[in-house]
């Protein structure tokens, strides 16, 4: 496995593999790996012949008030999970490259960046979408792998993807789950032992919805209360926001029917975590 930090490198290791006719499976990350992220090295491993990770902490798309300054930070250990699953390339830009100081185009998704955690985080799927695409220009893959464990972040991506005729196939992989059913996320770590208790509450709301949906529930603003309340009777958690919207444009329904995406938000001490589900009527 080899470590690559320069652009041009990186897009002539590219060229070589299409050269090849061999198909390149690109992973972008933060770092900070954990069973999630390796999920997602898993399929791609399996399905391309040639498998790029990248770990790069985008400063562009934390808020000011965010937690970028206390991001994880562990290459070395990223570095050597990578090299188990049995990545070809980890690509490893550094800040100054990606955006040096007369940086001045953002890529923005209009419409699906507003909504969700968009109100919430004002910048941040334009940060996401102009970082992905500088790293899909320059690794040039075949298909990119995101998990569904940021439904938003990769409805966005495979949007501007086709709206910007990227030659890439965007994959979704399915969120992974500790075995109380807390979904993965470098965040969790933030979490107190308490808080770390009451985080499987965002799971068992969204299992509730779910519950509610199959008993014949068709009412969103209903599920939706009965959702909070529950939220509500931990101490540490302070719901941000809860919505069902359609999973094609992320629009609000009032209704539930076809295939919906149950989204949340929920600050539990000073960790902001998100879930979702996806559920077929
Ligand atoms: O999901 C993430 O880790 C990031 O948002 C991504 C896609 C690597 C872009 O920085």
Redesign the pocket.
């Known amino acids: 496995m080899r470590i690559i930090r320069s652009k041009k490198e990186m897009s002539a290791i590219s060229r070589q593999i299409r050269r090849q006719e061999k198909t390149l499976g690109f992973v972008?990350?933060?770092?900070a790996l954990h069973q999630g992220?390796l999920s997602l090295i898993q399929r791609a491993r399996e399905e391309t012949d040639f498998l790029v990770v990248?770990i790069?902490?985008?400063p562009i798309?934390f808020g000011p008030e965010e937690d970028f300054k206390r991001y994880p930070r562990v290459f070395k250990r990223d570095a050597r999970l990578c090299r188990r699953e049995g990545a070809d390339v980890v690509f490893y830009p550094k800040a100054d490259d990606m955006y040096p100081a007369d940086f001045k185009t953002s890529v923005s998704v209009s419409e699906l960046s507003q909504v969700l955690c968009g109100r919430f985080r004002p910048g941040h799927f334009q940060?996401?979408a102009t970082?992905?695409a500088k790293?899909f220009n320059i690794v040039s893959p075949d298909i990119a792998y995101?998990?569904q464990k940021?439904a938003q972040?990769a409805i966005i991506?495979k949007k501007m993807a086709w709206d910007l005729n990227m030659p890439v196939k965007i994959k979704f992989v399915s969120t992974v789950r500790q075995n109380d059913g807390l979904a993965l996320s470098?965040r969790n770590i933030y979490l107190k032992p308490k808080e770390r208790k009451d985080a499987t509450v965002l799971y068992q709301a969204l299992n509730l919805a779910r519950h509610l949906i199959k008993q014949g529930n068709v009412s969103a603003r209903d599920i939706v209360r009965r959702m909070k309340q529950l939220i509500n009777k931990k101490k540490t958690a302070v719901v941000q926001y809860i919505s069902i919207v359609d999973l094609k444009d992320l629009r609000p329904v009032d209704k539930i029917k076809g295939k919906v995406l149950i989204a949340l938000a929920v600050w539990v001490g000073k960790t902001r975590l998100i879930d979702n589900i996806i559920v077929n009527v």
């Open positions: 972008p990350t933060m770092g992220h990248s790069f902490l985008n798309q940060g996401v970082v992905v790293l995101f998990g940021d972040q991506i470098s």
